[in-house]
């Protein structure tokens, strides 16, 4: 890859962004050339996303300099991203997505080479991927439409994609497509293009990265050749003081009779943490979503409800953006103590300052808005507004997506301190480490439960096995 | 083509079609020319005032002064254009800038549209009233000869119909522009990141609007002869119903050119069928109401059954 | 908190501008009658206007387009039962608010049982109210019983009547919103009806009870109005659709859902009362207030976007 080296794509020099009072990014110099793969990691609120933005034309910097080697703008020098929210129109079909970012195609048949091109694209990166290009988009699972974002990204789309940005491309994929994605970037990487991958998932920055970026505070902390990392280095470089290995030892308790139990097979004991796991995608968001909405009303909600939630995707299931943090904590509780229909303003204080402490939501004042605090402390409020209620079931949908080591940590001692005292939890996780810490674990495969593993039996091997047994491999 | 999006264009069809077998059925004498001519005889300007509708539900917006524009382009029509026809033209065009110029200015100022249109109503309203105090005018022989031609074959509320259903069906459906605009309806942010300047495709879409609004008006005029102040104010929720009649959802960007044209001429028929079932007309309006629940009803029991397979 | 960040503060400084231009006219001269009509009408407009706000309220797409047609059939109704006979009033009140309950229920009928959007659900159900109006009614005209337009008409303590049951019922509205648990649903449920649901919060008591309050306040409009101005008659309420959305806006509600403003809907109210008796006096002819008031209305919508921007 010598050869590219002297050709920079994109170059910054001393970049630095502020929104208001905070500075997101905070002096930072950084080029990519041609063949480069480069990971970059780093907490909520490093400034990842910050700085993606700013090499793609979607922000302009406070201060400094961002460069191209060809022409003015990050469309011009072949600057492509692909977001962690999904970004296409999903009353379009794949095709017609094309058109909306390929201003090349003109012309009574540009349907035609819109298909053609789109298909080509997908039989590259993800061969097998059985998608027609006339589907509309709304019709696609997440995983279907993550496939067809990422290939968009990779199109010719008139000049040719020259750098790649992937901010958590792999989140909604399971493992079989990950690996042909991080195939095709390393393909693409050799051939002369560059990416940028962001991940959570360390062993994919190890696997396709050729230098790792480590980013913190808005500044970059680390800069190395992938192989000069360990994974207990990039995570020390990161800031934690978390411990690398996330097999705490569970600690063993009695469990009480059975609460939950499923026409699907789920089920689960008063104090047990039962895991759902498998590829995403494959059932366990719907069978935990059946669950709730069986066992709480639209119609009536009582003093004591019989389960809670907490959502994953806070944007849509969960945060209620025009209100404070205190009233998105009380949400949940405010039949409680309410005398003849009114709120009881002062339990509902008592109870957001008490799960403020609790679970360290990072905040001056309960009355800030919700939407002041970073994704991660949002998921906290979540977190607090299902455990502040009494309900014995608590449901969770993936909720650690997007969320730094620090907190999980906070969460998952939480978790078991509330199962000790009885109550059950029902825990989906993209994360099979996530999964391992469980007392039971369910595996879904293609919207059925495949295995039922209990202590020993869930480890990883186990887990992976049942999520990919009956699949052909592709 | 997959079977939901398939669906979405045979319940306006089916619905149409039953509506005009019973009165058929009722009245055979209908299943004429003549008889169809009269049926459809205000099918024109509703259907293109359903278009205009459309084009803004498209971009996840809603008109409530489409109404008032019509009626207000109807006055014109039957006045200045009939006696200075560059006039006429000129305020014309004005208008459909006009609605550009709205659309650019509930985009960029983050307006929301069901108010901005809201207050517009009064204002085309007033328009009207300042150009044509009291009923009258009169509509220019063209207008009038081309509204009153006679093709062979079907006539020519049923041919303009088609064609109306085919020019838009190509310029939103086949069309670049026209994927791009839905595109905004689907999702703003991905179009605005691809590009494009969302200000200027909202302008095109509210202008778009405003032109087959003037078409409306006009067509109005070249049918009754002559206009009021308040002549279309209906048109405001027809052509909303005739939208969602026709397989339209008010958000995602999610509409059918072809529907809207069959909703509106679902709705015309609804009206003219009354008559045939000799049923008192206070009931006329009611029966609109009766069949958009009907036909949506349907649309619901397809929809279910379509999530089974 | 600064007054001035108060969204309802606008509306009632509007509504306070426009009288006192309107009294500077006639140098002080009717300003008592001014305030009389406006109370009254603004009052009419208030009522209509708490129940739409409440359905605004609710988040996007959530509108009642049958107000209207709601407040005709309701007036219509009830006077018909009362027919004109003394010591009927209560009767006549009953059974406009059971109309307006029965609409109520027929709109969210339509709505849950059929999904279908609020907006096209409420348009059917209008158009068949009309029908039923125009059937039941038959072109004749009968007069409130006298005591009933006595108490519509008349004041205490100089304000009135009309307008204490619509201060009393914004109160009560009031109240529910900043106080209580369903005040509380429903402003969750209008910021995001999932988030909502998965919260624990009834959505679709909530639903249902919201589009049954707006019925019922309509209703109780449609009886007040009728019993105001003499009788009841088919158009009579056609004004109030786009009246209850604009002061909804103009009162500082958000049409995006999930916030709402009791106090500002009465300023608005009272404002767009105001605004109109203004043009009258400065002697606009009908073409050129409409304009007015809707550039107006436009306007305010322009104002109180332009400070929210900065949230």
């Given amino acids: 890859m010598t050869e590219y080296e002297s050709a920079p794509i994109v170059t910054l020099t001393g970049v630095k962004k502020h929104f208001g009072p905070v500075r997101a990014l905070d002096g930072v110099s950084l080029s990519i050339a041609r063949g480069d793969c480069i990971g970059l990691v780093g907490h909520n609120g490093a400034g990842k996303s910050t700085l993606v933005n700013l090499i793609n034309g979607g922000l302009q910097a406070s201060e400094g300099d961002i460069a191209f080697d060809l022409g003015d703008t990050a469309m011009q020098a072949g600057v492509r991203s692909v977001f962690q929210e999904l970004s296409l129109c999903p009353n379009l079909t794949m095709a017609e997505n094309l058109r909306i970012s390929h201003n090349a195609l003109k012309g009574i048949h540009w349907r035609r080479q819109a298909r053609r091109e789109i298909r080509a694209s997908l039989d590259e990166v993800f061969p097998n991927h059985g998608i027609d290009a006339d589907t509309e988009v709304d019709t696609l699972s997440i995983a279907e439409r993550q496939m067809v974002e990422i290939a968009i990204a990779f199109?010719?789309?008139?000049?040719?994609?020259?750098?790649?940005?992937?901010?958590?491309?792999?989140?909604?994929?399971?493992?079989?497509?990950?690996?042909?994605?991080?195939?095709?970037?390393?393909?693409?990487?050799?051939?002369?293009?560059?990416?940028?991958?962001?991940?959570?998932?360390?062993?994919?920055?190890?696997e396709v990265a050729n230098r790792v970026t480590v980013l913190k505070d808005g500044h970059i902390v680390a800069e190395h050749p992938t192989e000069d990392f360990t994974r207990q280095a990039l995570v020390d470089a990161m800031g934690h003081v978390a411990a690398d290995d996330p097999e705490t030892a569970i600690v063993a308790h009695a469990l009480g009779a059975e609460v939950v139990r499923t026409p699907q097979g789920l089920a689960a004991r008063a104090g047990e943490i039962v895991g759902l796991s498998g590829l995403a995608g494959h059932g366990q968001a719907a069978a935990l979503a059946q669950l709730f909405l069986s066992r709480s009303s639209a119609w009536r909600s009582g003093t004591s409800p019989d389960v809670v939630f907490v959502a994953g995707d806070r944007q849509r299931d969960g945060v209620l953006p025009l209100w404070s943090i205190l009233q998105n904590i009380s949400i949940s509780v405010l039949r409680q103590g309410a005398k003849l229909g009114l709120v009881d303003t002062a339990s509902e204080a008592r109870v957001a300052a008490d799960w403020k402490a609790r679970i360290g939501i990072r905040t001056d004042d309960v009355q800030n808005p919700i939407l002041s605090l970073s994704g991660g402390n949002q998921q906290k409020v979540l977190f607090a507004r299902a455990l502040a209620s009494p309900a014995p079931i608590v449901v969770m949908d993936d909720p650690m997506r997007g969320v730094d080591i620090g907190t999980k940590q906070d969460v998952y001692a939480m978790l078991r301190a509330e199962a000790a005292r009885g109550r059950t939890f029902l825990w989906y996780s993209t994360e099979t480490e996530e999964a391992c810490q469980c007392d039971r674990v369910f595996v879904f495969r293609n919207g059925a439960i495949s295995a039922e593993l209990t202590g020993a039996d869930i480890t990883e091997e186990k887990i992976l096995e049942a999520s990919f047994q009956m699949q052909t491999a592709s | 083509m997959n079977a939901l999006s398939r669906y979405r264009i045979l319940l306006p069809v089916v619905s149409l079609a039953v509506l005009l077998a019973a009165t058929f059925w009722m009245q055979p004498r209908a299943m004429s020319y003549f008889g169809l001519n009269l049926l459809f005889n205000l099918a024109v300007p509703i259907a293109l005032a359903t278009i205009a509708q459309m084009m803004i539900i498209m971009v996840n917006d809603i008109d409530l002064s489409l109404g008032?524009?019509?009626?207000?382009?109807?006055?014109?029509?039957?006045?200045?254009?009939?006696?200075?026809?560059?006039?006429?033209?000129?305020?014309?065009?004005?208008?459909?800038?006009?609605?550009?110029?709205l659309g650019a200015m509930i985009h960029a100022l983050e307006l929301p549209a069901i108010v901005v249109t809201l207050g517009m109503s009064f204002v085309w309203g007033g328009l009207a009233l300042f150009i044509l105090p009291s009923p009258g005018g009169a509509s220019p022989d063209w207008l009038r000869t081309l509204m009153t031609v006679k093709p062979p074959f079907a006539p020519m509320a049923v041919v303009a119909s088609i064609l109306i259903a085919i020019l838009t069906h190509f310029l939103i459906i086949r069309s670049g522009i026209g994927t791009v605009l839905r595109g905004v309806g689907g999702n703003t942010r991905s179009v605005a990141r691809a590009?494009?300047?969302?200000?200027?495709?909202?302008?095109?879409?509210?202008?778009?609007?405003?032109?087959?609004?003037v078409l409306a008006g006009m067509a109005l005029v070249g049918l009754t002869t002559s206009a009021d102040a308040n002549i279309a104010l209906r048109y405001t929720l027809l052509s909303i119903a005739g939208v969602i009649l026709g397989g339209g959802e008010f958000v995602g960007g999610k509409v059918s050119p072809v529907g809207a044209v069959i909703g509106a001429l679902t709705l015309t028929l609804a009206a003219s069928f009354l008559s045939f079932l000799r049923l008192s007309p206070d009931w006329q309006i009611g029966a609109q109401g009766a069949i958009l629940i009907l036909v949506l009803t349907a649309r619901l029991i397809f929809s279910r059954k379509g999530g089974e397979t | 908190m600064n007054l001035l960040s108060k969204p309802w503060i606008w509306s009632w400084s509007a509504a306070a501008l426009t009288f006192v231009l309107t009294i500077g006219l006639t140098s002080g001269r009717g300003a008592g009658e001014l305030a009389y009509a406006a109370l009254s009408f603004g009052a009419f407009a208030a009522i209509v206007g708490l129940g739409q706000m409440l359905v605004i309220t609710l988040g996007p797409g959530n509108v009642d387009l049958s107000i209207p047609a709601t407040m005709t059939l309701a007036a219509t109704l009830a006077l018909k039962a009362m027919a004109s006979m003394p010591g009927t009033a209560l009767l006549g009140l009953m059974i406009a608010l059971a109309v307006g309950l029965g609409a109520g229920l027929a709109n969210y009928a339509l709505i849950f049982l059929l999904r279908l959007p609020p907006i096209i659900a409420t348009l059917a159900a209008s158009l068949i109210y009309q029908s039923l109006a125009i059937w039941s009614n038959r072109g004749l005209r009968i007069k409130p019983p006298q005591e009933l337009a006595e108490f519509a008409t008349g004041r205490f303590l100089s304000i009135p009547n009309v307008a204490w049951v619509g201060l009393a019922l914004a109160v009560v509205v009031w109240i529910v919103l900043e106080r209580s648990v369903w005040g509380r649903w429903l402003l969750a449920t209008g910021q995001n009806m999932r988030a909502a649901r998965l919260a624990g919060v009834p959505i679709e008591f909530v639903r249902a009870t919201t589009y049954l309050s707006v019925s019922v306040f309509a209703g109780l409009a449609g009886y007040l109005l009728a019993s105001f101005s003499g009788g009841a008659a088919l158009n009579m309420g056609a004004e109030y659709l786009l009246m209850s959305i604009a002061v909804v806006v103009i009162g500082g509600s958000s049409i995006a859902g999930g916030n709402s403003n009791v106090p500002g809907v009465w300023g608005a109210s009272l404002f767009m009362f105001l605004v109109i008796s203004m043009l009258n006096s400065y002697g606009a002819a009908a073409g050129a207030k409409n304009v007015l008031t809707g550039t107006i209305v436009i306007a305010i919508v322009i104002a109180a976007s332009t400070r929210k921007g900065r949230i």
């Fill in chain 1, 155 to 206: 199109a010719p789309r008139g000049t040719s994609a020259r750098l790649v940005i992937l901010d958590e491309p792999t989140s909604a994929l399971d493992a079989g497509i990950a690996s042909q994605l991080i195939a095709h970037v390393k393909r693409f990487c050799a051939a002369g293009g560059a990416v940028v991958f962001i991940s959570h998932m360390l062993g994919e920055i190890f």
């Fill in chain 2, 195 to 213: 590009g494009w300047s969302v200000l200027k495709l909202k302008a095109c879409a509210y202008g778009l609007a405003g032109f087959f609004g």
């Fill in chain 2, 68 to 101: 008032a524009f019509v009626s207000l382009v109807a006055c014109i029509t039957a006045t200045y254009l009939l006696d200075t026809p560059a006039l006429g033209l000129a305020m014309l065009v004005t208008l459909i800038l006009g609605y550009a110029a």
